[in-house]
């Protein structure tokens, strides 16, 4: 299979993205290769494609233990056998994944870097098929990079214990010209092929806002927001709780994350907000990586973050589905003293000795003082970020508070209402509810059955067969064959329905749970009584009213059970 046929297959894309193609087929040559994406570009899937290819593991080593559950769940979806190691799970069950690895059971195995330290990950290691080797967040390496992490320093030590050296890809959405000559040195790339796409997201609209009441401006910018998703960063656990309390009061579904909680506390925050079923996050940096979120329609900032990195980084959480989002950074002169406090007072790296620990002090300090540059500059917001990362940019981009001065905020719509028609948003509706039903049953996030944008696309063209589905992006052979019985049922519903006009919310909430109720999955014991009943030769409609099944659906149960016997 080609990669082509690869990405067509286990993630339902028709077309690379700018950029990965190249990566790909250096990484698949055994060479290695040096991605700088912004976020949302597709970093994952130039090393996920050549796992999928190669002739053994691939092991990706990345900081965000909170974000590979939902990564590996994602792949094992899509038909990709993956597994993470890390501390979530117990000594027996790390054991397990690292016997049936032995075996050949996955095709991608995440680990923290922290993990390479061990003896037995590296005897593990020693005697497994390692194929390719996928740094993610690979700026941690770097005391230059806002997200330093001594550990990453051993990856390259590492590397060199294994009987033969595997290709080595490193991926990183944010890395000043600095940095990437850090991530080549430190990781000792070997004359890495380096792609560098642009870091312009053109979808984000930036602004900063100096208000005398930071509270009450917050509140300005909340107001028609209740139904949209957004992430609200705040420099201290203070200001994060005072921040959900009063979002609280005023009626909006808000939850809170900072180190100060518990981590069942942290974890149920994480959940509410991955699921939808809270639409605003309070949080300070400790929610910075680990956060795949599609849907997120803006990203304010509370308190000026410490570094340039840091804040397009955390800004980039927003839009990543391609629709309009708002980035706002409320600034005020105690940011300033506020994050010197805190750049000073650090000292929570003991891996480092104290002549590093002040030279790296220092470094924060210059790039604090540009993050300073960015809150009082007059000029283009956008073109003075991606000078930043070495990208130069002439023009002014007409979409930050910038280049349009006192104009008013644009008011960002959420994706449905952005230009769908109203039948198509109604059946965007319903299909978004069927897909958030199939997440709570699965105990994941709803954007890892499908994203928005997918789900906008088979409103806009309703495919009735499983051909026409397929070809919907987004829609991998797995991701078909596990759901598309249940979404064709509902979109042939629709299609009927919206000939007579739109739907109202609470109508399209009825059909997408009836669908859901009347196409879930079936159980062995309705399996059983299937083949008992239609054995005494029940007519179809019979055995649907005894099993309180469509008839759709038992028709088809029956045609796959005929099959099998052929």
């Not at 993205?17 to 994406?37: F, V």
């Not at 005494?536 to 659906?553: D, F, G, N, P």
Request: proline share 4%; net charge positive.
């Amino acid at each position: 299979m080609d990669k082509s046929a690869v990405l067509h297959r286990y993630f339902g894309h028709s077309a690379f993205r700018i950029g990965q193609e190249a990566l790909i087929d250096t990484l698949l040559r055994g060479k290695d290769a040096l991605g700088i994406m912004p976020t949302g570009a597709g970093k994952s899937p130039c090393y996920q494609v050549p796992a999928a290819m190669v002739d053994g593991i691939t092991l990706v080593i990345s900081p965000l233990i909170s974000l590979m559950k939902d990564q590996v769940f994602s792949l094992n979806q899509s038909g990709l056998k993956a597994a993470y190691i890390n501390s979530t799970l117990s000594p027996g069950q790390q054991r397990e994944a690292l016997r049936r690895a032995s075996l050949g059971a996955y095709r991608l195995i995440y680990i923290t870097p922290e993990r390479l330290r061990l003896d037995s990950f590296i005897r593990f290691a020693k005697n497994a098929k390692i194929a390719l080797i996928a740094v993610d967040e690979a700026h941690c390496v770097s005391q230059w990079g806002q997200d330093f992490r001594p550990a990453y320093l051993d990856i390259a030590d590492f590397i060199d214990t294994l009987p033969k050296r595997p290709p080595v890809g490193a991926f990183t959405a944010t890395a000043t010209k600095q940095v990437q000559k850090d991530i080549v040195r430190l990781l000792r790339l070997n004359k890495p092929f380096l792609s560098t796409q642009s870091f312009d997201r053109p979808n984000l609209y930036f602004e900063v806002r100096r208000p005398k009441s930071k509270a009450d401006e917050l509140l300005r910018l909340m107001r028609g927001k209740e139904e949209q998703c957004g992430i609200i960063y705040c420099s201290t656990r203070k200001n994060v709780d005072k921040v959900c309390d009063t979002l609280r009061r005023t009626g909006i579904s808000t939850v809170r994350y900072h180190a100060g909680l518990s981590e069942d506390e942290r974890k149920l925050a994480q959940e509410d907000f991955q699921f939808d079923k809270a639409k605003v996050m309070v949080a300070t940096n400790a929610f910075g990586m680990g956060i795949d979120k599609s849907n997120v329609s803006y990203v304010y900032h509370y308190n000026m973050p410490k570094d340039i990195e840091s804040y397009y980084q955390e800004a980039g959480r927003a839009g990543r589905d391609g629709s309009p989002a708002e980035c706002v950074l409320l600034f005020g002169k105690q940011d300033i003293l506020l994050n010197k406090y805190l750049i000073d007072r650090s000292s929570d790296m003991p891996d480092i000795d104290e002549k590093e620990k002040e030279a790296l002090k220092q470094k924060q300090h210059l790039r604090l003082q540009k993050m300073i540059d960015y809150c009082q500059i007059s000029g283009c917001l956008r073109r003075y970020i991606l000078g930043y990362f070495g990208e130069i940019s002439k023009k002014r981009c007409d979409s930050c508070s910038g280049c349009n001065g006192l104009k008013p905020l644009l008011k960002v719509r959420s994706p449905e209402q952005e230009t769908l028609p109203n039948d198509i948003e109604s059946a965007f509706t319903a299909l978004r509810l069927l897909r958030n039903r199939l997440a709570l049953e699965h105990k994941v996030p709803a954007y890892l059955i499908f994203t928005d944008s997918s789900l906008r696309e088979m409103a806009t063209n309703l495919p009735l067969t499983m051909e026409s589905f397929f070809n919907i992006s987004g829609v991998g052979e797995k991701k078909a064959q596990s759901y598309g019985e249940v979404f064709l049922n509902l979109i042939a519903s629709l299609k009927s329905v919206l000939r007579y006009g739109p739907i109202s919310k609470q109508d399209a909430s009825l059909l997408a749970n009836q669908i859901y109720e009347n196409t879930k999955p079936w159980s062995d014991t309705e399996l059983l009584r299937l083949r008992l009943l239609a054995s005494q030769r029940m007519s179809a409609h019979t055995i649907a009213a005894e099993l309180k099944r469509s008839l759709w659906q038992v028709e088809r149960a029956l045609e796959r059970i005929r099959e099998k016997k052929q």
